[in-house]
Nanobody
């Protein structure tokens, strides 16, 4: 599967952004989908994950209550709604697909998008 993320940009603290990740192929619903991010000088970290049908989601503690992951299997797209953004949310955000199973571990994800930059100004 090929993944294409978009929707990043520059936003002031407290603002919102919605990231989208479009997947190619006809088996999108068979993948667990996740979002990860990497800030300058830091390792890539887990942000959110969603099951095949969207019934279960999990979030990093740092984004709980502010971010929401969702998916539309008919459109082969996964979303990340980001509200109440903080400067520490500044990072390149990556969507990823796992055919291994439900996990928050990046090494369980087989396919990665190219990343989209999110910059939050104070």
């Amino acid at each position: 599967v090929q993944l294409q993320a978009c929707g990043g940009g520059l936003v002031q603290a407290g603002g919102s952004l919605r990231l989208s990740c479009a997947a190619s192929g006809r088996t999108f619903s068979s993948y667990v989908m996740g979002w990860f991010r990497q800030a300058p000088g830091k390792e890539r970290e887990f942000v959110a994950v969603i099951t095949w049908g969207g019934r279960r989601t999990d979030y990093a503690d740092s984004v709980k209550g502010r971010f929401a992951i969702s998916r539309d299997n008919a459109k082969n797209t996964v979303y990340l709604q980001m509200n109440s953004l903080k400067p520490e949310d500044t990072a390149v955000y990556y969507c990823a697909a796992s055919e291994v199973g439900y996990s928050t571990n990046e090494y369980q994800f087989n396919y990665w998008g190219q990343g989209t930059q999110v910059t939050v100004s104070s």
